[in-house]
């Protein structure tokens, strides 16, 4: 499994490149990021109220957008040091 880099959503199939879309988010990988910074997609999720996208992959058991994002930011901290 894979990592989304938009919304931590860590079940993608396949990696974020390529037009994978994130069920999670929705972000199209290699079209929308082309646009805008996996930062920017991310607070625009947020701000949409972070629900989840996909109408056909239904969400996984217990997920939680909030608890998502937290261990997404977590990782980025531990990279950076």
């Known amino acids: 499994m894979h990592l989304g880099p938009v919304c931590g959503f860590d079940r993608l199939e396949d990696p974020p490149k390529d037009f994978t879309i994130c069920p999670s988010c ?3 990988f290699g079209y929308d990021d082309a646009f805008a910074s996996h930062e920017t997609l991310r607070q625009e999720w947020i701000q949409n109220g972070h ?3 996909s109408p056909v992959d239904a969400p996984p058991q217990n997920w939680n957008p909030q608890q998502q994002l937290r261990a997404l930011r977590e990782r980025q901290v531990m990279q950076d040091h």
């Open 26 to 28: 929705g972000t199209e």
């Open 51 to 53: 629900k989840w996208w």
